[in-house]
């Protein structure tokens, strides 16, 4: 089917249903353990739901990294790799695909979105270019910054930080506040590079159009400052420009992406999200870039046949990477998102609009306004969530962030709770189950309290830190939910 022309399937019956464009041929089983058990869980694990064993968790939202159903295809493609240290056959045809994908003719492979940040981090940012701009930042991209002395400014519209809203592209650039940054930075000959994230994780899964991306490299290119893409969350990204961009309407996938490659001087991505397996890779139309940057490879990653990747990831990588280029492949999670995001607001839970990509993203700050932001709102909803549900959702909010250098608290922008839907994983009943217990932890938000840490880890707290709660709202909580769901579950 040509990919020219998008039609959603609609209902004749007018319901407006996300419906699956593949079928389920292996399952894994889920357990649902009672709400009493999940407190118990919880209080060990510190409140953080990175910490909680997936054996006690019935609905895995915490991201879509590495955790996408593959297709068979894939699956296919894992038996055939060529296992050797250097010249792997397997590599070559990542490369190839890569080359096809983007049009760009250097790639280099890396284990993981947050490595080739780590090699693009200490290729570029020193004492002489510490500044990074980018649209918003992203937790493992700012730490490497932040690591190399350097720092991350952003660019962002004010428009695309308010959680409500119709815009449809709240992850664009502010040219003009890009203007102003460089100024402020000392002039492009002190940025290391301007960024774009696209879709921009952090502030709810939103996009960048095409439009936006082609004026930043075009005052990049004006100006002398190197442009990198971040691509982890393309598929998404090229989902809505397909639909919500008018001259991208009857354009095939494979054009767009060549486009915004061609609007770049470096692009790379998580291969954890883009392509459904598990890696990375860093990619330039520029020969000299790619001097550069190959000399880490080996020293971080791996031999630069496989840059840290075992040969069945990259094969089953190459693979999703061309699936990318199937609109009913990609429209998936941004549909899953949209259903979700509808059933919450029915029941009016505040939710970031317009729906997104990766996942929806619940609004802890209209949801209980009564914690402050240094009681870890997100953090707090998140573990509320789990003891009524059993679904696992990250933080991104505050705790997020890290200590300002005087140690204060970094407020965030947004306390979000995220609903990750990796892709082809979930189904519809599934998500109508959280929908209605996160419905049910809406009428009875006047319970919930705030969080404080009892151990911080210095960098990326987020992912190891523990807390406990503020009070014993959880326990009301839990007692709550038994005297109105007495099975408990
Ligand atoms: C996940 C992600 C990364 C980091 O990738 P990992 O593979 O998890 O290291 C970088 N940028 C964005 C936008 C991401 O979503």
């Known amino acids: 089917m040509s990919d020219c022309t998008y039609t959603r399937v609609t209902f004749f019956s007018g319901e407006n249903l996300p419906l699956e464009m593949h079928k389920a041929r292996m399952v894994q089983r889920v357990h649902l353990i009672p709400a009493k058990e999940r407190l118990g869980v919880l209080t060990r694990t510190g409140n953080n739901t990175f910490l909680l064993p997936n054996r006690d968790v019935f609905l895995d939202m915490l991201t879509d990294s590495g955790v996408n159903a593959m297709s068979e295809a894939q699956y296919a493609a894992m038996l055939m790799a060529d296992d050797s240290y250097a010249g792997s056959e397997t590599f070559y045809r990542l490369e190839k695909t890569i080359q096809e994908f983007f049009g760009v003719e250097y790639f280099l492979p890396a284990h993981q979105g947050r490595a080739c940040e780590n090699i693009i981090a200490s290729t570029y940012v020193s004492p002489e270019t510490p500044t990074v701009i980018t649209n918003y930042h992203f937790t493992t991209t700012k730490a490497h910054v932040l690591l190399r002395g350097g720092r991350v400014l952003e660019a ?159 094969e089953a990588m190459a693979v999703g990477i061309r699936e990318t280029l199937d609109i009913h492949n990609i429209s998936q999670t941004p549909l899953f998102v949209e259903a979700l995001g509808q059933e919450l607001t029915a029941k009016d839970v505040p939710v970031v609009t317009p729906f997104g990509g990766l996942g929806c993203h619940v609004d802890a700050s209209r949801f209980i306004p009564q914690v402050p932001q240094d009681q870890y709102p997100a953090a707090a909803l998140a573990s509320a969530i789990y003891l009524v549900s059993g679904v696992r959702g990250m933080e991104r909010g505050t705790l997020s962030e890290s200590r300002n250098p005087d140690g204060s608290e970094h407020l965030s922008n947004m306390e979000l709770v995220r609903l990750a839907v990796p892709k082809r994983v979930f189904s519809h009943s599934q998500l109508k189950y959280a929908a209605d217990r996160i419905g049910w932890l809406y009428r009875h938000r006047d319970l919930v309290g705030g969080l404080v840490f009892e151990d911080e880890p210095k960098t990326l707290r987020f992912f190891l830190g523990r807390l406990k709660p503020v009070g014993d709202w959880q326990e009301r909580l839990v007692a709550k939910f038994l005297e109105e769901m007495p099975s408990g579950l």
């Open 156 to 314: 962002i519209s004010d428009a695309g930080l308010k959680t409500v809203s119709d815009l449809p592209f709240k992850g664009d650039y502010d040219l003009a506040k890009f203007d102003a940054l460089v100024n402020e930075a000392g002039g492009p000959s002190k940025i290391a590079f301007a960024r774009i994230e696209a879709g921009t994780n952090l502030i709810g899964g939103q996009p960048v159009s095409l439009a936006n991306m082609r004026e930043v490299s075009a005052y990049c290119r004006k100006n002398g400052i190197r442009l990198i893409y971040d691509a982890s969350l393309l598929a998404d990204n090229l989902f809505f420009i397909k639909t919500r961009e008018k001259e991208c309407l009857n354009r095939p996938l494979g054009d767009l992406v060549k486009e915004i490659a061609s609007l770049m001087d470096i692009i790379y991505f998580s291969g954890r999200k883009l392509g459904c397996a598990r890696g990375g890779g860093i990619c330039t139309p520029k020969r000299d870039e790619y001097l550069r940057l190959r000399d880490l490879v080996p020293l971080y990653e791996g031999f630069l046949t496989y840059g840290g990747m075992s040969v069945r990831e990259m």
